[in-house]
């Protein structure tokens, strides 16, 4: 299959790409950089030049291709609002380009949207407007139209060599900056979390078993309490863990306190048994305590 991939050159767009070669897959990966399309020729992929908010470029990139995976974010997440207005632009245009053929089209949201509080399942679809992520609504809006769209859902934590974008980098540098590891109130509020290797097998999967409007779940540990987090980030910067409380998590978190002190466990059961999809790569804190997080 010739698929059309977008943030093919980033964290896990770029494990994604491999994966699909190495499984017989063509690619044409987006690129909106020099720096990019070089990577993508040297990776064994077509370059289709553009970005997530030249819609022409999604729209022609999707025309060229047999299958679609967005796997494209823009991750400034002090603009969260717009940049997720960005991935609804985008997936609706790719979308439109889809209609009226049976070209799979795999969209990526998260599990810590669907269902706070409580053990989020492939089989729950989050109330529309609670969220600025829109990206499910879109899938849903164009499955409606006829659309082969699915969705993976990934973790907060999708983790590996190379990880320098994401939350746990993030807290990292929040804790050097602050001098400590902090978590709220009590930490025990619940994250997920996925190697980047899993998470390629499981967007090629999706690609080549998509039915439309289903859900999977990016997810091999569906619990970790944030405080083990944080303690493993004092541990390796050797600087003290501390609790804050909900009203001074903000002067240590910023913008990231949401996300800080959502408690969003998550099962991929479901995902597992649909696609034979068994996560095989190290756990987050293994991976913390002897991966390159902490090196420079």
Same mark, same amino acid.
């Given at each position: 299959?010739?698929?059309?991939? $977008?943030?093919?050159?980033? /964290?896990?767009?770029?494990?994604? &790409? ?8 063509? !690619? ?25 908010q030249n819609l022409d470029s999604l729209r022609s990139g999707v025309a060229k291709a047999e299958g679609v995976i967005h796997a494209?974010?823009?991750?400034? /997440?002090?603009? #969260? ?5 960005? *991935? ?8 439109? %380009? ?7 089209? !795999?969209? $990526?949201?998260? $599990? ?12 729950? @679809?989050?109330a529309p407007g609670g969220h600025p992520r829109k990206s499910e609504e879109a899938a849903d809006a164009l499955a409606a139209k006829?659309?082969?769209?699915? +969705? &993976? ?34 930490? =025990? =509020? ?7 290797? *899993?998470?390629? !097998? ?5 690609? %080549?078993?998509?039915?439309?409007? $289903?859900? /999977?779940?990016?997810?091999? %540990?569906?619990?970790? *309490? ?15 863990? +501390?609790?804050?409380?909900? %009203? ?7 913008? #990231?306190?949401? #996300? ?21 790569? @190290? ?10 997080? #902490?090196?420079?």
């Amino acid at each position: 299959m010739k698929v059309f991939v $977008t943030g093919a050159t980033g /964290f896990i767009g770029s494990v994604i &790409v491999q994966e699909l070669i190495a499984a017989g897959h063509q !690619v044409i990966g987006l690129a909106r950089s020099e720096a990019n399309a070089t990577a993508l020729l040297a990776a064994g992929a077509e370059v289709h030049r553009g970005d997530l908010q030249n819609l022409d470029s999604l729209r022609s990139g999707v025309a060229k291709a047999e299958g679609v995976i967005h796997a494209g974010f823009i991750h400034d /997440f002090t603009r #969260f609002a717009e940049m997720c207005e960005v *991935d609804r632009l985008a997936i609706e245009a790719m979308g439109e %380009e889809l209609l009226g053929s049976d070209r799979p089209f !795999v969209v $990526t949201s998260g $599990t810590a949207i669907v269902s706070p509080g409580k053990l989020a399942t492939e089989d729950i @679809i989050p109330a529309p407007g609670g969220h600025p992520r829109k990206s499910e609504e879109a899938a849903d809006a164009l499955a409606a139209k006829g659309v082969r769209v699915s +969705v &993976v859902r990934l973790s907060p934590s999708v983790h590996g060599d190379g990880d320098v974008i994401g939350f746990v980098p993030l807290l990292i540098r929040i804790a050097g900056e602050k001098g400590v590891a902090a978590y709220i109130g009590e930490g =025990n =509020n619940r994250w997920t979390a996925l190697h980047k290797s *899993d998470a390629a !097998v499981l967007f090629r999967l999706a690609l %080549e078993n998509a039915v439309s409007r $289903t859900r /999977f779940h990016g997810v091999a %540990e569906e619990s970790i *309490d944030f405080k083990v987090i944080a303690e493993m980030i004092g541990k390796k910067l050797n600087i003290p863990v +501390v609790s804050v409380s909900r %009203e001074e998590a903000p002067a240590h978190f910023g913008w #990231f306190t949401g #996300f800080a002190g959502i408690d969003c466990p998550a099962s991929s059961s479901l995902t597992q048994e649909r696609l034979n999809w068994h996560p095989q790569g @190290i756990k987050l804190l293994d991976d913390m305590e002897n991966g390159t997080y #902490f090196k420079s």
